[in-house]
């Protein structure tokens, strides 16, 4: 599995928009105490609110990697920003990116990186091989999100429920399944970019044996209504072996996004179905709640939303930024 | 998509047991038309009773490439094996391997095929980059063999019913996923070879658009019962946006082959399990009856059996060996 040196430095490039830059805030956000500080260039206009420190810096002060945190116009990396990435490399860090354009394909960072032996870590691409999965049920308990789309709230999900394990004292792990988890988690493996017959076998690696009390609480991906990416989603749960799903959704889609003709299914039949699949490897599977990426609803909304959906179903209903998610622990850890 | 240069020469090396040469059987059993003929060590035993033709000879006669069509044991090409594809590869031969054990791993093969301009064809390892799906409804039919578990017949059952709707003048593309399936079509798609967001959209490009009347016949991988391949099985059944399925099945397995602890499931809860997923990019799919390998069922045993399934689930049941697909063609070709 793909192991990031930590603390970070991270950096914006000469970023305008902060929706730019999701993977620098969402690693602030879910981990801090790895995180040392930002850099950027002069142009850029978004920052951090972190202690600015140039890569030499960050090295003197043990930096182990910077992260690419920005995704820059049409996946080419400007010039000026290789000057920052080199100068890092120089510094003595590992440069680490998520994007498409793999950063060993730029000539004067892999020359930079022999250099100093350091490592260029193309989080995308880096998979190590993987066995096929035997099915064998493995120790330990393990929690998987799940959804009714794609980028609606699984690896957030994932990274609260966690936390809120740990504020309790339960022994929990974040598994990290994309790129951005990955860095959060420090080490992880990329779904998407597995060779398709050790899908399940990777997954398996992912949350390996583990003490009978301790949670791995994994992050989804895909969907399995989505009609290009429900092979990766059915592998990851059949690796995965989950005792408990959470199912995550956004109310404000009818659709899958970017797929007019894929109608999001109800609820219970999202839901039933995913317990369906994933009876093959965990006949003991239960759902213990949902996660709603409720941003699209008014404080009224969500509270009638909430209220009909948990009558419904019978199950709690979290937005993680609004509620927490300690109604889905308390499912979780119901005897 | 990987295209082969057609007729091939059947390489053997020097095998003793017929089941080491299954691919070469194969090819000459479906695709006879494309063959040229064999070759051989001295040592070898086994034969497919076709003319036996050294490289150069072959070449000669216009073939375009040499199938290794025995597997080695431990998957490492013997030197002596390596002097013969050498010898085909200076005589402006591709040589075309569905090992794990790349060709190109091989230096003096590498340097013989560049010398030459001719290609190290690995079925396995060639796919090329495919867009993700777009789910889009495309023109044409389309028919997917799916299974019970891997490895029952689910090529066989392709082919046969592809030859059976060209022999009653239907327009039919049998369209491969697996090595084998390549070499015998010429061209194809290995999907467990692909990367994983890429299994639906590589699909959806082994079958494209066609004419209104035209069936595609397309060879299914994996099961969704199998809980190492199932995700490959998903993308597959959701790019093929297949409009019939035929279930394959064997009826000496009651668990998936190598997983005793994963029961295969009940034929008419097998087949709707297939039927829902598929519902997602087809609506209409539906199932045209099913396909059986009953090598252990003598000839009671097996009229039996069929007529106890044809009456359980109301679908036409075959045998490719011993009754031919007919049924299936007729129920595929039902108004």
């Known amino acids: 599995m793909l192991v990031l040196r930590k603390p970070y430095l991270l950096y914006l490039g000469d970023a305008v928009l902060k929706s730019d830059c999701k993977t620098a805030f969402g690693l602030r956000d879910w981990c801090r105490e790895s995180v040392l500080g930002e850099w950027s260039h002069a142009a850029a206009r978004v920052t951090l609110d972190l202690p600015r420190l140039a890569p030499a810096e960050a090295a003197a002060q043990g930096a182990g990697s910077i992260i690419v945190g920005v995704a820059p116009t049409g996946g080419v990396l400007p010039e000026h920003w290789q000057d920052d990435l080199e100068a890092a490399l120089e510094a003595g860090l590992d440069v680490v990116s998520g994007l498409h354009t793999r950063l060993t394909s730029f000539p004067r960072l892999v020359r930079a990186a022999e250099r100093r032996g350091v490592r260029l870590v193309d989080v995308r691409h880096m998979n190590p091989p993987f066995p096929v999965a035997t099915g064998r049920k493995r120790s330990g308990r393990r929690v998987l999100t799940v959804g009714t789309d794609c980028a609606l709230g699984k690896k957030y999900t994932a990274l609260a429920l966690a936390r ?18 990955i860095m959060i988690a420090g080490s992880g493996i990329a779904m998407d970019a ?76 999202a839901i039933e179905d995913y317990l369906h699949l994933g009876r093959l490897t965990n006949r003991a599977i239960r759902c213990v709640g949902l996660s709603i990426n409720s941003s699209a609803l008014d404080a009224t909304a969500w509270a009638a939303y909430r209220a009909r959906v948990e009558a419904e179903l019978g199950l709690p209903v979290c937005d993680p930024l609004r509620t927490g998610v300690a109604a889905l622990a308390d499912r979780l850890l119901a005897p």
Chains 1, 2 share one sequence.
Do not use: K, N
């Open 164 to 181: 809120e394990l740990g504020r309790r004292g339960v022994a929990a792990t974040f598994r990290a399944t994309g790129q951005t988890g």
């Open 194 to 269: 597995l060779v398709a017959d050790f899908l399940a076998g990777a997954a398996e690696a992912l949350s390996p044996d583990a003490p009978p009390d301790h949670w791995d609480v994994i992050e989804g991906q895909g969907s399995i209504f989505h009609p290009a990416y429900a092979g990766v989603t059915l592998g990851l749960l059949h690796g995965s072996q989950p005792d408990a799903i959470v199912l995550c959704h956004d109310p404000d889609r009818t659709t899958i996004e970017e797929y007019p003709d894929y109608p999001i299914p109800p609820l219970a039949a």
